[in-house]
């Protein structure tokens, strides 16, 4: 290793994909319909029109925070953007656990990214963890927050493999923590869910609420996320953002996204029914543990199988899954894909 780099990431683990050409990826959690062709029609012509290569963007990216706002029902000064939730994620923790400042909660399993950007940042990372039906284990909570200064929560709700979305009880302990420690309720899946905790905000200032366009919007390749939040922790994370950290072309595609929302949320109703079918089927078949999700995948258990051997078989058959938390998780594709998937599961469980 160069003497130069941080000993402690020789350690690390880059988050890792992986692609076979010809798969069905239903790895990613990815939408399985690709924008339409009037929608890259319109885009193509409004870029031609609006965007200059040799400019920078609008460094406030002001045009973009409104649209949001009005989606999201709050003040534009009440949104921040960020390159993928990705970027929005270390930034909170940049903002508030640097210079030996504090540490980070999560509640495995859950987004691995949460604590890989911890880790990068050179910050201690904390899990609470989860019962047998991934709910929080809310015992734990009290005694972490009296014990190590934690300054940033992050929760998914739907979570991320399960599925689950907090529960009231779960919401309400939450919302009492101290204004020393933020909030976030990273809700990357709410279009697939009911749940939509934006009216909180108001009342908690040290709640923070996460969103993407890569899921319902279809706008994975284009990586904007956002988050909505109290103003004063809006301004302080615009002093951590990296300038034009999102591409012109990028702001462009969220905005046609948000004026033709209704046409492209539309398709959200066929996904939630297959998700509905898959489920259902998963339930029928011996051995299998699956549970309900919010979202727009399935976190299952084989209970007499290793699953790290019924992904590779997937994997071989040609569907792509994700090994993770003990257990499997698999995206709702397209009603062929799922078709596929189904019946390829019942293979590699050796199921008639």
């Not at 989606?71 to 940049?94: F, K, M, P, T, W």
Request: net charge negative; charged share 25%.
């Amino acid at each position: 290793m160069l003497d130069a780099l941080r000993p402690s990431l020789e350690r690390l683990v880059p988050y890792e994909t992986h692609d076979p050409m010809g798969a069905d990826k239903l790895d990613a959690n990815e939408f399985p319909y690709d924008l339409p062709a009037w929608f890259k029609e319109k885009l193509d012509i409004l870029s031609q029109q609006e965007i200059q290569a040799n400019r920078y963007p609008d460094a406030g990216y002001l045009k973009l925070k409104q649209s949001i706002a009005t989606y999201a029902q709050v003040e534009a000064n009440q949104v921040s953007i960020g390159n993928g939730s990705d970027e929005l994620i270390r930034s909170l923790i940049i903002a508030t656990c640097l210079e030996n400042r504090g540490a980070v909660l999560v509640a495995d399993p859950t987004f691995s990214v949460y604590r890989l950007v911890a880790q990068t940042l050179g910050v201690s990372c904390f899990d609470i963890g989860r019962d047998d039906d991934f709910h929080l284990r809310l015992d734990c909570l009290d005694p972490l927050l009296q014990a190590y200064p934690i300054r940033v929560v992050f929760l998914p709700t739907p979570n991320s493999p399960t599925g689950t979305a907090l529960t009231a009880q779960e919401l309400e302990k939450l919302l009492r923590i101290g204004p020393e420690t933020l909030v976030v309720l990273d809700e990357a899946y709410f279009e697939f869910g009911d749940m939509n905790l934006v009216s909180r905000l108001a009342n908690h200032p040290n709640l923070v609420v996460m969103r993407t366009f890569s899921k319902a919007f279809r706008l994975a390749a284009y990586r904007v996320g956002y988050l909505l939040a109290d103003p004063l922790l809006i301004q302080a994370l615009e002093k951590v953002r990296l300038p034009y950290n999102l591409p012109a072309i990028s702001e462009l595609a969220a905005l046609v996204a948000l004026d033709n929302r209704t046409e492209l949320l539309a398709a959200l109703e066929e996904i939630k029914a297959e998700r509905t079918r898959i489920f259902q089927h998963l339930r029928q078949l011996s051995g299998v543990n699956v549970w309900p999700s919010a979202a727009n995948f399935h976190y299952f258990r084989c209970l007499d199988h290793d699953a790290q051997r019924i992904y590779e078989d997937l994997r071989k058959q040609g569907t792509l899954i994700r090994a993770t938390g003990g257990g499997l998780r698999a995206t709702v594709g397209t009603p062929a894909e799922n078709d596929r998937f189904l019946s390829r599961l019942q293979q590699a469980l050796h199921l008639p």
